[in-house]
């Protein structure tokens, strides 16, 4: 069997004003040809995949086309997105006959004047490769549904764990892809948009009510054969486009009937826990400082929820900062700084520089302003760091510098990179993160890589473009009304 392979990647925050361009993509690796199957050997949804199709013992001739991956941010630009478009229709064209295709997406990207980017590189596929070759679909669980997407493709799976197994999701579109190349399965897929958009801070799949809903899936999985995979996609709560929403879609083996009752049936569950989804956690920032101030032992980890760059903000929030500065906060602080205009500043004033600027703020003027801080610079960096991202490999974040602001290390990039959520990335550059009272960490979700050292996860409720705020957003596209902006009759609006 001849299998095409497609893997591109990136999470669009609708809020974050700053394009996401192909520098993006370059930092974390454009890969074509054979180069993917190689690089992504065990790894991400190509990895899993790939391992899956090999353990059934099916004889696959892989045709990798392309993949590519950028941190999530703002909007796509137009250069981006014809990139990947191109370099798609031409490489499924110049593939000749394939058997199948295993297109590893994201599924919630959105570029400049383009609200479905993934069902537009779907429509691609689909053109190419015309109404009968088998397209199995594999998503983020962050993953915004379109009408295209389910209309053009044969199967979709998602990622059963937040935070995510992309390893997993692969081995799923694999296991798929085999049974229907055997013939064994016909899937068909039933498929609802729930008027839902919550915040972050109930996403994690371990707990609470995303555990809940996930466990049911798992449960009619477990229970009927037919039930191939139940596809949950609470989507992130910062994509303001005109199909936006939560999806559940059911892949049964022939039954459609079965498939309409059970997407009916997760709908009315996620709904019936629309008020526990909006449980928030997160504490103000002054308290969120006193407490890991006070803590007996670190590090205690302060997510800035309003500018997880793992969501796709900027990184240049800083009112965490702020915070301890103002509060003369006395315990070791580490936190990232994304902003290259601060990074070149404190490289004209050389290592050992003792310099007074203006620091982070210039992103989002909607959210921040610039803070004013003296401090010295201890280190000047740059170069590939390899440290694995998700499923990536290695990545750049560009020119890097380490600044000391009274108590607290700023680790200042022209890249987010990982923007500080790994701790191994800090010690690439010499810093032990254990060494600090506390870390600033720029997601809500992600603690899984710092988790060996910390002591305790502290959210703290900062404003900006990935607020647990949903409902101050300035939405202009979902469609309403749309819970917890408005309350909806129903999950149908
Ligand atoms: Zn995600």
Redesign the pocket.
């Given at each position: 069997m001849r299998i095409a392979t497609i893997h591109v990647g990136q999470?669009t925050n609708d809020f974050n004003p700053l394009p996401t361009t192909i520098d993006d993509f370059k930092a974390f690796g454009i890969l074509e040809g054979q180069e993917i199957i190689e690089k992504m050997a065990g790894k991400g949804q190509v990895g899993g995949c790939v391992d899956a199709m090999a353990a059934s013992g099916m004889n696959v001739e892989w045709v990798p086309i392309v993949s590519g991956w950028a941190m999530a941010g703002g909007r796509i630009d137009t250069g981006a997105r014809l990139f990947f478009e191109e370099r798609i229709g031409t490489g499924l064209r110049k593939a000749g006959k394939v058997d199948a295709l295993a297109l590893h997406l994201h599924g919630a990207a959105a570029a400049e004047g383009v609200d479905d980017v993934e069902g537009a590189q779907l429509a691609i596929c689909r053109a190419v490769l015309g109404p009968d070759v088998p397209i199995v679909l594999s998503l983020?669980?962050?993953a915004n549904v379109t009408r295209q997407m389910v209309e053009l493709s044969t199967a979709i799976v998602a990622?059963r764990t937040?935070p995510?197994d992309t390893y997993d999701t692969g081995r799923l579109a694999g296991d798929m892809l085999v049974r229907i190349l055997r013939k064994e399965i016909k899937p068909v897929m039933a498929w609802r948009k729930i008027r839902l958009v919550t915040h972050q801070e109930q996403f994690l799949t371990s707990q609470g009510p995303m555990k809940a809903w996930f466990d049911q899936a798992r449960n009619w999985e477990a229970k009927d054969k037919r039930v191939l995979h139940v596809a949950l996609c609470p989507m992130?709560p910062w994509l303001d486009v005109a199909e936006g929403g939560w999806t559940t879609i059911v892949n049964v083996d022939g039954d459609r009937a079965l498939a309409e009752k059970l997407a009916d049936e997760s709908a009315d569950f996620a709904w019936s826990m629309r008020q526990d989804f909006m449980k928030k956690d997160a504490v103000s920032v002054d308290d969120a400082v006193r407490r890991a101030d006070q803590a007996a032992k670190g590090v205690v980890v302060l997510s800035d929820t309003g500018d997880t760059v793992f969501g796709g903000t900027a990184g240049d929030s800083n009112l965490i900062l702020e915070a301890i500065l103002r509060l003369g906060i006395k315990s070791k602080a580490l936190m990232p700084l994304i902003e290259p205009g601060t990074v070149a500043k404190l490289i004209a004033a050389g290592e050992g520089a003792e310099i007074t600027l203006p620091v982070g703020g210039h992103s989002s003027p909607k959210f921040f302003k610039p803070l004013t801080v003296t401090g010295r610079v201890r280190k000047i960096a740059s170069g590939i760091i390899k440290v694995p991202v998700f499923q990536q490999p290695e990545h750049d974040m560009g020119r890097t510098v380490f600044f000391e602001v009274g108590p607290a290390t700023l680790m200042v990039s022209e890249k987010p990179g990982a923007a500080g959520n790994v701790p191994d990335v800090y010690r690439w550059f010499g810093i032990e993160p254990s060494d600090y009272k506390m870390a600033v960490l720029k997601t809500a979700s992600n603690f899984q890589f710092f988790k060996p050292i910390t002591s305790e996860v502290i959210r703290v409720d900062t404003r900006g473009p990935g607020q647990s705020d949903v409902v101050g957003l300035p939405w202009q596209r979902v469609p309403r009304p749309m819970y917890p902006m408005e309350e909806p009759k129903s999950w149908r609006g």
């Open positions: 999470e983020d669980h962050h990622h937040q995510h992130q």
